[in-house]
Antibody, heavy 123, light 106 residues
């Protein structure tokens, strides 16, 4: 069974930093791109960032570009999101999500999601 | 950047058919995916690549995609179909989500 478990979210002041983690199990992690999607409570889904299976490709939403850094460790079956210079508008649940197809960059539905970790940016 | 437009809310009577649209420029040439999300839960995939159902999703869920509009159709709506529905496409390596539609089964 595929499992994605996010961690690392908590209260941080504006301008602060945080690192989120996503522990993956139940599938061949090293074969799949993987993504971060966030959701402000009561609002819609926003795609944040993605990294290809071999870390050869990475993309970021314009809203986080230059402040967030995605990375992965295939030996540890883990995905990370380093978040710097946090803003109040970055407050959200952050989900990691797995695509349906291996070795496909974009263009694959997201068939497994974690339960999310909550980031709150406030003074 | 590519924009997907969904109605904010849709209501349907119990047992009737609900239709949720997703508008985008030439969306018909893209693969369209749909997710259902209930309060306090992660999204789940209900339709992928326009009109395909993952295992475990009832046949009552179907989809279509042509021209500038994609559609999610839920036949014989049940109380458990309540929730938020999001459409999604890819633009190169970037994911694009619609703003979501709240479905209420009356």
């Amino acid at each position: 069974e595929v499992q994605l478990v996010e961690s690392g979210g908590h209260l941080v002041q504006p301008g602060g930093s945080l690192r989120l983690s996503c522990a993956a199990s139940g599938f061949a992690f090293h074969e799949f791109a993987i993504y971060w999607v966030r959701q402000t409570p009561g609002q819609g889904l926003e795609w944040v960032s993605g990294v290809s299976w071999n870390s050869g490709s990475m993309e970021y939403a314009d809203s986080v570009k230059g402040r967030f850094t995605i990375s992965r460790d295939n030996a540890k079956n883990s995905l990370y999101l380093r978040m710097d210079n946090l803003r109040t508008e970055d407050s959200a649940f952050y989900y990691c999500a797995k695509p349906q197809l291996a070795y496909v960059w974009g263009n694959s539905p997201l068939d497994s999601w974690g339960l999310g970790t909550l980031v709150t940016v406030s003074s | 950047s590519y924009v997907l437009t969904q109605p904010r809310s849709v209501s349907v009577a119990l047992g009737q058919t609900a239709t949720i649209t997703c508008g985008g420029e030439n969306i018909g040439v893209r693969s369209l995916h749909w997710y259902q999300q209930k309060p306090g839960q992660a999204p789940i995939l209900v339709i992928f690549r326009d009109n395909n159902r993952p295992s475990g999703i009832p046949e009552r869920f179907s989809g279509s995609n042509s021209g500038n509009t994609g559609t999610l159709t839920i036949s014989r709506a049940q109380a458990g179909d309540d929730g938020d529905y999001y459409c999604q496409v890819w633009q190169s390596g970037f994911g694009v989500f619609g703003a979501g539609t709240k479905l209420t089964v009356l």
